[in-house]
Nanobody
């Protein structure tokens, strides 16, 4: 079992910034890691993939079109921590944000939630207009 712990959520006005962190055990070195989100009241829908990264080669990333140019995913392997830097936030970015791990070689960073095995508890991000 892989325990993931997210932090850094909160409330911000539109145009503001937040940085999310996810502490992951060292066993996630060989994996894809990703950030997903779920808008309030949309629990029936699959979580939306926001950004993903190859933990072994952190230069390999993938982003949803809706966040390209605004969000940046990074991984500090020395600290076993995944980050999501979110800038120019919009009200539609509001939701629960989840950190997730897809164990094994990361052939291609994925934004498909069903491919991920381990999930954090989630952290709330609220962007007001």
């Amino acid at each position: 079992q892989v325990q993931l712990e997210e932090s850094g959520g909160g409330s911000v006005q539109a145009g503001g910034s937040l940085r999310l962190s996810c502490v992951a055990p060292g066993s996630t070195y060989r994996s894809c890691m990703g950030w997903f989100r779920q808008a309030p009241g949309n629990l029936e829908k699959e979580r939306e993939g926001v950004a993903s990264i190859d933990s072994e080669s952190p230069g390999r990333t993938r982003y949803a079109d809706s966040v390209k140019g605004r969000f940046t995913i990074t991984k500090d392997n020395a600290m076993n921590t995944l980050y999501l830097e979110m800038n120019s936030l919009r009200p539609e970015d509001t939701g629960m944000y989840y950190c997730a791990v897809k164990p094994g070689i990361c052939w291609l960073p994925s934004l498909v939630g069903s491919e991920y095995t381990y999930w954090g508890q989630g952290i709330l991000v609220t962007v007001s207009s």
